[in-house]
């Protein structure tokens, strides 16, 4: 069985065929540089440059997957929550070819993408506990099926994504922050500047990043001569001082509430045993090393989508369209792509609702 997804609900036109036996048969990306000179993904040249792109990525997939169209299962594009002008472009495209090959479509939420790709490059069963942190969410939840999700926490302000890239324009570093604060955490000393670790002792599992991004922002002052950030003169060494100190703040925040999240976790679902992050932000290594050896103490299994899976890409729409495709859970040609579209409401729909049927 073959599935096709696509993905357009940000700054990557992607697309990706994979097959019931987890094999990711042909797959494109191509990410948009269009937007660095201006510090943040810009809507409308993202939706431009999608409509742009989207025939070429879907005939380099197709190349590669050496399968016809019309040997497809089933047609999956990300629709929703994002950009809500690149989201159109991929579902259009999704529904156009199930249209015209006469192919079931499956509306997938972006963020199911994100949680479910780890069960395709790894062997993770539900129920599990999901960190997922991207450029535009923040939370922790249960994964207890396909479009079955318990939140147990969310940011209450900036994702986690958010702050590194907010962090990184501060600082001068390009867009997107994480990949370049990462680079230089590595060079820096974590412990030189006392970062505060927001909403820590709150209880809950929420997060919560802005006064994070506050505290460095009032660091960076300190080095202009006016007090205003973009006169700043710092040095590289004090700029990774700096990144390291706010990776390692960010990171006991995440770490912190996951360990209050696996408490609730056992309690309610102890037959679960996987622990899983995903989305952008669960590309950086630090992260990933800490997650691992949080799981190492308390006895669960870790697991992540190998780093190119992390940020957006096709695989993930699709192996989720998959997952839904197995269960027959196809949406209608009408369905409207959603600017939001929380997961805890991508109920599942019954078996054989919905869609033009093969
Ligand atoms: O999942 P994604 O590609 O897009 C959204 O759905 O938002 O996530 C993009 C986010 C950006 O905020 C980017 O800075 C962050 O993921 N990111 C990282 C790293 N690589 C990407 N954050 C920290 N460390 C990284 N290595
Ligand atoms: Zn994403």
Known sequence: MYVLGIESSCDETAAAIVS????????????????????????EIAARSHLEHI?????????????????LDAIAASSGPGLIGGVVIGAMAGKALALALNKPFIAVNHLEGHALAARLTGDVSYPYLLLLVSGGHCQI???????????????????????????????????????????????????????????????????????LKTAVRKIIETYAPDGK???????KRDIADICASFQLAATECL???????IGIFRARYPQG????????????????????????????????????YCTDN???????????????????????????????????KAAGAGGVKA
């Open 20 to 43: 019931d036996k987890k094999e990711i048969i042909g797959q494109a990306v191509l990410t948009q540089l269009e937007h660095k000179i201006y510090g943040g993904v810009v809507p």
């Open 55 to 71: 025939d070429e990525i879907l005939e380099e997939t197709f190349k590669q997957a050496k399968i016809k169209p019309s040997q």
């Open 141 to 211: 939840l249960i994964v207890k099926g396909v479009g079955e999700f318990e939140r147990l926490g969310t940011t209450i302000d900036d994702a986690a994504g958010e702050a590194f890239d907010k962090v990184a324009k501060m600082l001068n570093l390009g867009y997107p922050g994480g990949p370049m604060i990462e680079k230089m955490a590595e060079l820096g000393d974590e412990n030189r500047f006392s970062l505060p670790r927001p909403l820590i002792g709150s209880g809950d599992c929420n997060l919560s990043f802005s006064g």
């Open 229 to 235: 950030i973009e006169h700043a003169i710092i040095r």
């Open 255 to 261: 770490i912190r509430k996951l360990k209050k999240a």
């Open 273 to 308: 045993k996987d622990i899983v992050v995903s989305g952008g932000v669960a590309a950086n290594t630090y992260l990933r090393r800490n997650l691992q050896d949080l799981a190492e103490k308390e006895g669960l299994l870790f697991s992540a989508p190998p780093i190119q």
């Open 314 to 348: 096709g695989v993930m729409i699709a192996w989720a369209g998959m997952e839904r495709a197995l269960k027959g859970m196809y949406d209608d040609l009408d369905f409207k792509p959603r600017p939001r579209w929380p997961l805890d409401t991508s109920a599942p």
